[in-house]
């Protein structure tokens, strides 16, 4: 059972590059949303996704795009880099809707100097 | 916006104590949910509340719907060291154009043996 996939687990970034955190999902549920945890803060939402091909904004998308090509699969990108986007992102699905319990992945840490 | 304040903070504890935690709301829910989040691992479900009042038990954790419907409690009975991590309060909000889950900013529990 794998479940919600995130990948990579861990990464160090400059200021200014780009990268796309990898999130795969093997249990055809529709909804699949992106969260970052911050010390203090809770999970914030940063986009989510109720179906193949519609995404929205979450709370905090700035600086992020995401995409959803598949069911399976719920890529999140950085455009470019910044400090204040380090944090730890967690990946998220679920069957019935964007507010039931949600499965989520074991998270990406991001750093960023 | 709209906040989950969960209390306390952090609690340290020895090794049998039992364990008691609260979320609260400035609006009404209804739907409470408890998660809890290992080192280094994405949160999992513990307990979901769906009636007000509900008392609702999952081994040596209980939840209760706070008849308000404006809190949640969580009681762990005879802690042990794997009950260590923290545990997050969450709810659906409706509002605006995104009805999503909120997370409360999570109580951390560490336990001596």
């Known amino acids: 059972n794998a479940g919600v996939t995130q990948t990579p687990k861990f990464q160090v970034l400059k200021t200014g590059q780009s990268m796309t955190l990898q999130c795969a999902q093997d249990?055809?549920?529709?909804?699949m949303s992106w969260y970052r945890q911050d010390p203090g803060m809770g999970l914030r939402l940063i986009h989510y996704s109720v179906g193949a091909g519609i995404t929205d904004q979450g709370e905090v998308p700035n600086g992020y795009n995401v995409s959803r090509s598949t069911t399976e699969d719920f890529p999140l990108r950085l455009l470019s880099a910044a400090p204040s986007q380090t944090s730890v992102y967690f990946c998220a699905s679920s069957a019935d809707s964007l507010y039931q319990p949600q499965h989520f992945g074991d998270g990406t840490r991001l750093s960023i100097l | 916006g709209q906040q989950l304040n969960q209390s306390p903070q952090s609690m340290f504890i020895q090794e049998g104590e039992d364990v008691s935690m609260n979320c609260t709301s400035s609006?009404?829910?209804?739907?409470w949910l408890w998660y809890k989040q290992d080192p280094g691992e994405g949160p999992v479900l513990l307990i979901a509340?769906?009636?007000?009042?509900e008392l609702t038990s999952n081994g040596r954790l209980t939840a209760q719907f706070g008849i308000t419907r404006k809190d949640s409690f969580l009681n762990i009975s005879a802690s042990i060291p794997s009950d260590v991590g923290i545990y997050f309060c969450a709810g659906p909000f409706y509002g605006g154009a995104t009805n999503k889950l909120i997370f409360g900013t999570g109580t951390l529990l560490a336990v001596q043996p």
């Open positions: 249990m055809n549920h529709e909804y």
């Open positions: 509340l769906y009636k007000a009042g």
């Open positions: 609006s009404i829910f209804n739907t």
